[in-house]
């Protein structure tokens, strides 16, 4: 269960990335009072958390509907995650992030940040919800499943401390470093997606 543990806890947080949302955070709520900025940050992880914790646990039951089977989710998704590791190695997704934040502190009405575009789509995106129903789909019984469970409130709990700290971690890590990690964290999340496409076709053609 520990190796459980520590790979869905890995391919949560590369995907939802706290250390990176914390500087837009920290654009977003320029100006913001102390307690509005922890009010957003604690809304923004909490109305996150129920997004994903909904598809870890229903997330199956939502494709047996629609008649798709897990190895194709894991092929899609796993593709998914590996266009978003190119993104971070190349600091395309960064860019993006920035681009949004910057067209929703453009727009003088959108005062609170927490739902969007902070919970959805910076934390509770495509690839998020991806990688959640897929660890949660791989676990083996009631155990496995809490594993991933627990693996991703930790990584909410994270999240939680980056957004409500993001003014100084930001001054402490600095651009250099900040980006130095994410292509780091972007070739780890390749190679999980790559796994994942591996498990997929495997699981499809019996090979």
Excluded: W
Excluded at 104 to 121: G, H, L, N, Q, R
Excluded at 128 to 144: H, P
Excluded at 172 to 191: F, H, N, S, W
Aim: one cysteine or more; hydrophobic letters at 55%.
């Amino acid at each position: 269960m520990l190796q459980l543990f520590l790979s869905s806890f890995l391919t949560l947080f590369v995907v939802i990335d706290p250390p990176g949302c914390a500087p837009i955070f920290a654009g977003l709520t320029n100006g913001a009072s102390p307690h509005e900025r922890r009010s957003m940050a604690i809304r923004a992880t909490l109305v996150a958390g129920v997004i994903l914790f909904g598809f870890a646990v229903a997330g199956e039951d939502l494709l047996r509907t629609l008649h798709i089977e897990l190895n194709s989710f894991r092929i899609a998704g796993g593709l998914m995650l590996f266009l978003i590791a190119l993104d971070m190695v190349f600091e395309k997704r960064t860019e993006r992030r920035e681009k949004r934040a910057e067209e929703v502190k453009a727009t003088p009405e959108v005062e609170d940040v927490s739902i969007f575009p902070m919970a959805m789509p910076m934390l509770a995106g495509p690839g998020a919800i991806a990688s959640v129903m897929l660890l949660s789909g791989g676990a083996k019984g009631l155990d496995g499943t809490v594993t991933v469970l627990a693996a991703l409130a930790a990584v909410m709990a994270i999240t939680l401390v980056a957004l409500l700290t993001a003014g100084p971690l930001m001054k402490l890590l600095g651009a250099k470093v900040e980006a130095v990690i994410t292509r780091l964290l972007g070739v780890l999340l390749g190679a999980l997606a790559a796994q994942y496409v591996v498990d997929g076709l495997r699981g499809s053609f019996g090979i």
